[in-house]
């Protein structure tokens, strides 16, 4: 959809719409479409009872003395309520509501209406933001469903008076690109994006500057990688793992570390999965989409910081090759690891990057982005909180403002001594699971404090949050795209002077 900002509607066709504070509140523009409709939003607004409360929204059809086909009125609560984050909330409404209407050409009447406190240019630019992130779709299999035929919005032009709006926008939509990329790689078939796949779709952000470095086996069997392998040793498809450099800081300025797990599919290996959902193991290569997704939103906007992206790309599978529970793996750290459960394998493969981004690039902090367990699901529920583990107080606190700041939202578990306690093993240095039963997102996150080397870290599971069953926030089913713009916010907020 192409977003474009006007100080005033350009033609009247398509889709008016309006947007009100809470009383409901028309402004002129929608003071002037009342008049010439008879009344008709008044009326509207009487028999659906509309307030202009926030999520509210009330629909007219035009009539034929006008040339919009049709008027939209949203709420937007109290004026003085609004922020940023509800901006993105209305935009994402509308491009609900209009997706699939028909509807090609949208105006949105964007102007802040009396009270608003959120200025006039980040209002305008959060609804563009919040329509365009909603507007996403993966389509492309299907080739029969009349609804995939159907008109999609095309165009919206977002009406503001200032002019800041646009050049406010541009660095978003940038942004956004990084987004759909994210949605894009996951969303897609382990038969289309598979460890050789994903690291091809990495090498393509060399056309934005992002510097590329493909491991694949021999090397990582050089450089010592046993627990990485080890995961990817049942499967057919080469592992590998990828490096993405973006240097836009200072020259020798030690760099951010972004670390993602990339499962391309999650068979649980021996330890074999249940059937019932298993297809959703596809997306368990979602940190590493977040993490590849960020890169390209911060070189497409040039970020002024030192970024490396790190992400481990396997496949988990049960076969003849496949690793066995109770095998004894050595790591790159040289920590040995009992694997009691091939399923818990995530924490395997990022053991081993963590180890050796922090041996290579010593970077001034670590965060890794895996959907590491299903209890962080079971604590925190799908489409709300990414759950994070951080011993280093700083990076709590700028992460958790990053994630309020962009809506990537993210809620701290703790870390500690009788946790870490919970993964010491009788024959090798650790086991890759605690008890089996309780606190398991926190024992994963134990583990992998153990491959950091002390190095300032977080842990950010993500497994709630790549994917949901039901339209979210900002999101169809699907993709949600979820901490592109945690990691792209927490970068600009922190590393980019
Ligand atoms: N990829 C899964 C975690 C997961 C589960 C992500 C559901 C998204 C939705 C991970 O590799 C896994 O299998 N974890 C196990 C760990 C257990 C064996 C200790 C889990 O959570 O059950
Ligand atoms: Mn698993
Ligand atoms: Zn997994």
């Known amino acids: 959809m192409k977003i474009k900002f006007s100080e005033k509607a350009l033609k009247e066709t398509g889709a008016l719409v309006l947007l009100a504070a809470q009383g409901p509140k028309l402004d002129s523009t929608g003071k002037h479409y009342n008049k010439a409709t008879g009344g008709a939003l008044d009326q509207a607004f009487k028999t659906s009872n509309f307030k202009g409360k926030r999520g509210e929204a009330v629909q007219v059809l035009a009539p034929s003395n006008i040339g919009f086909s049709r008027l939209l009125v949203f709420g937007l609560g109290p004026a003085k309520e609004v922020t940023t984050i509800s901006a993105e909330n209305v935009g994402a409404a509308i491009a609900a509501k209009l997706l699939r209407s028909g509807e090609k050409f949208l105006t949105v009447m964007a102007d802040t209406p009396g009270g608003v406190k959120t200025k006039a240019g980040e209002f305008a630019s959060h609804i563009a933001a919040g329509l365009r992130l909603r507007a996403y779709h993966f389509s492309k299999y299907l080739t029969k469903q009349p609804e995939n035929k159907k008109a999609r919005l095309e165009e919206a032009i977002i009406v503001t008076a200032d002019?800041?709006?646009a050049g406010l926008y541009a660095e978003m939509d940038l942004v956004i690109d990084g987004v759909?990329?994210?949605?894009d790689l996951i969303s897609e078939p382990a038969n289309v994006v598979y460890p050789k796949s994903f690291a091809t779709a990495i090498k393509s952000l060399e056309q934005d500057g992002v510097e590329v470095e493909i491991l694949g086996e021999k090397e990582l069997e050089k450089i010592g990688m046993g627990a990485l392998l080890a995961v990817g040793q049942g499967s057919d498809r080469e592992s590998y793992v990828a490096i993405m450099k973006w240097s836009g800081g200072k020259k020798g300025q030690a760099p951010v570390a972004l670390i993602g797990k990339g499962v391309t599919f999650d068979t649980g290996g021996i330890s074999l999965k249940p059937g019932a959902g298993m297809e959703e193991m596809k997306w368990d290569m979602g940190g590493a989409g977040i993490v590849t997704g960020a890169m390209r939103a911060l070189a497409l906007r040039g970020a002024r910081a030192n970024v490396i992206g790190i992400v481990g790309l396997v496949e988990n599978m049960p076969s003849g090759k496949a690793q066995r529970?109770?095998?004894?793996?050595?790591?790159?750290?040289g920590q040995t690891i009992e694997v009691i459960n091939t399923d818990a394998e995530g924490r395997l493969v990022l053991a081993d990057i963590l180890w050796y981004c922090q041996e290579t690039f010593k970077p001034k902090?670590?965060?890794?982005?895996?959907t590491l367990t299903g209890a962080i699901i079971v604590a925190l529920g799908r489409g709300q909180y990414a759950g994070f583990f951080t011993s280093d107080e700083g990076i709590a606190k700028a992460l958790t403002k990053a994630g309020e700041e962009s809506g990537d939202r993210v809620w701290r578990f703790p870390l500690s001594d009788e946790?870490?306690?919970?993964i010491n093993c009788q024959i090798a240095d650790m086991k890759n699971v605690g008890d089996g039963a309780n606190a398991g997102s926190i024992t994963a996150a134990q583990f992998l404090k153990r491959f950091t080397n002390d190095v300032p870290?977080?842990?950010?599971?993500?497994?709630?949050?790549?994917?949901?069953?039901?339209?979210?926030?900002?999101?169809?089913k699907g993709a949600?795209?979820?901490g592109v713009r945690l990691l792209d916010r927490y970068v600009k907020d922190n590393f980019e002077g």
């Open 163 to 165: 002019q800041a709006a």
């Open 365 to 370: 902090v670590m965060i890794d982005l895996a």
């Open 325 to 333: 529970p109770g095998d004894v793996v050595k790591s790159l750290s």
């Open 457 to 476: 870290w977080a842990h950010i599971d993500v497994a709630g949050m790549v994917w949901t069953l039901k339209p979210g926030r900002l999101w169809d």
């Open 480 to 482: 949600t795209g979820y």
């Open 419 to 422: 946790y870490d306690k919970l």
């Open 180 to 183: 759909y990329m994210t949605r």
